[in-house]
T-cell receptor
Framework: QKEVEQNSGPLSVPEGAIASLNCTYS??????FFWYRQYSGKSPELIMS????GDKEDGRFTAQLNKASQYVSLLIRDSQPSDSATYLC????????????FGTGTRLTIIP | DTAVSQTPKYLVTQMGNDKSIKCEQN?????MYWYKQDSKKFLKIMFS???????INETVPNRFSPKSPDKAHLNLHINSLELGDSAVYFC?????????????FGSGTQLSVL
């Protein structure tokens, strides 16, 4: 079983709608969870981090974490064409050491 | 000013050659990394250095040898290149090696082995 799993997509969402990206992880002791956005041909950039159960909102982005279900998601409200990118879920599976394990990413396309 | 810069951006070479990728960060971070991203976008850590000392080596073939002359630089030398080494290699840095720290990535080096 992969440590961090994401649906590779592509996920197509109409402009203005909510995009929902999901990620599951296998290591129960994982403590830190991150969403990175990667535009085609570019490097990943951090957009959200979450450490405790519940929701964390930042502008149009909301990260949701459920440690009991080992599930983390990213919601993008009012999706814009500029949100079209690959979204990488990353989990710190080795607590105390900055060793992130990335999922394979979900390719999101926002349709104008 | 580029925070994490790596060179070259593109590298095309023949099997069996030796090549190097350089990385420098001007953020004052203590920790630097090399990641490999394959054609399916899977991003996997290769090495991590904290203040010039190796702290993570993810069972990478010993043809790959990182070198950190100081905490602002982490270079990657690859011997006897193989077809399977073709990928995008990202350098990254973070303020420290403990968790909950943000990674800053360089722009990547696309390596193509022919």
């Amino acid at each position: 079983q992969k440590e961090v799993e994401q649906n590779s997509g592509p996920l197509s969402v109409p402009e203005g709608a909510i995009a929902s990206l999901n990620c599951t992880y296998s290591d129960r002791v994982s403590q830190s969870f991150f969403w990175y956005r990667q535009y085609s041909g570019k490097s990943p950039e951090l957009i959200m981090s979450i450490y405790s159960n519940g929701d964390k909102e930042d502008g149009r982005f909301t990260a949701q974490l459920n440690k009991a279900s080992q599930y983390v998601s990213l919601l993008i409200r009012d999706s814009q064409p500029s949100d079209s990118a690959t979204y990488l879920c990353a989990v710190n599976v080795d607590f105390g050491n900055e060793k992130l394990t990335f999922g394979t990413g979900t390719r999101l396309t926002i349709i104008p | 000013d580029t925070a994490v810069s790596q060179t070259p951006k593109y590298l095309v070479t023949q099997m069996g050659n030796d090549k190097s990728i350089k990385c420098e960060q001007n953020l004052g971070h203590d920790t630097m990394y090399w990641y490999k991203q394959d054609s399916k976008k899977f991003l996997k850590i290769m090495f991590s250095y904290n203040n010039k000392e190796l702290i993570i080596n993810e069972t990478v073939p010993n043809r790959f040898s990182p070198k950190s002359p100081d905490k602002a630089h982490l270079n990657l030398h690859i011997n006897s290149l193989e077809l399977g080494d073709s990928a995008v290699y990202f350098c990254a840095s973070s303020p420290s090696w403990v968790s909950e720290e943000k990674l800053f990535f360089g722009s990547g080096t696309q390596l193509s082995v022919l």
